[in-house]
């Protein structure tokens, strides 16, 4: 089975630009997770999606980051406008049930902004 | 809210040799899971581990065994028979239910280890 997908993997992009960030989660799973690292920290939790509903935004930093996930596939997360502190890696997870087992992450796309 | 602490930001063994990295927690709730990630060069996070809090038992998979000591709320990797594939940073991390309907991860910084042939 194909495992959760992201792309870009790598992305520079100037200050106060926009960014679109993809996942593709593994085929069949309702749950869909993002978590990012900045710089020197520790791996956040940003959000929680159940199919295309939001369940749990709590971890999202500001209205600068727009997460979807429009029929329950795949999920876009748009930083608009950028700032250098957005920076980082950011990983996105999926799992089958509600993750109490473990999510199976990608390899993340890696943030860069000048 | 949770904490999770890796005191160890890098570590190094000799091949086949064993290792053990260090890993507490804080919480007040009763019921959690804990889980030890790897992330290798190629950055791709792999499930290691997972202890659920109620099982007295240390789980072990393959090379790899926890040694978990609730009432010390401490959570320890050791693996033995390192392997060159083993050099990855390794992830400590917590779940519990969030309350949202969510159960979130918290990590901690993350142990570099690097296996030395």
């Known amino acids: 089975e194909a495992g959760v997908t992201q792309f870009p993997s790598h992305s520079v992009i100037e200050k106060g630009q926009t960014v679109t960030l993809r996942c593709d989660p593994i085929?069949?799973?309702?749950?869909l997770y993002w978590y990012r690292r900045v710089m020197g920290k520790e791996i956040k939790f940003l959000l929680h999606?159940?199919?295309?509903?939001?369940?749990?935004e709590s971890g999202m930093p500001n209205n600068r980051f727009l997460a979807e996930r429009t029929g329950g596939t795949y999920s876009t997360l748009k930083v608009q406008p950028a700032e250098l502190e957005d920076s980082g890696v950011y990983f996105c997870?999926?799992?089958?049930?509600?993750?109490?087992?473990?999510?199976?992450f990608g390899s993340g796309t890696r943030l860069t902004v000048v | 809210a949770q904490t999770v602490t890796q005191s160890q930001p890098e570590m190094s063994v000799q091949e086949a040799e064993t290792v053990t990295l260090s890993c507490t927690y804080d919480?007040?709730?009763?019921?959690?899971?804990l889980f030890w990630y790897k992330q290798p060069p190629s950055r791709q996070m792999i499930l290691v581990i997972r202890?659920?809090?109620?099982?007295?038992q240390n789980a072990t998979e393959n090379r790899f065994s926890v040694n978990f000591q609730k009432a010390a709320k401490s959570f320890s990797l050791k693996i033995s028979d390192s392997q060159l594939g083993d050099t990855a940073m390794y992830f400590c991390?917590?779940?519990?239910?969030?309350?949202?309907?969510?159960?979130?991860?918290?990590f901690g910084k993350g142990t570099k280890l690097s296996v030395i042939p």
């Open positions: 991390a917590f779940m519990k239910y969030s309350g949202a309907g969510s159960y979130q991860l918290t």
């Open positions: 999606f159940v199919k295309e509903s939001k369940q749990d």
């Open positions: 997870a999926s799992s089958q049930g509600p993750g109490r087992v473990g999510y199976t």
């Open positions: 202890q659920e809090a109620y099982k007295q």
């Open positions: 085929s069949g799973h309702d749950n």
């Open positions: 919480t007040s709730e009763s019921n959690y899971y």
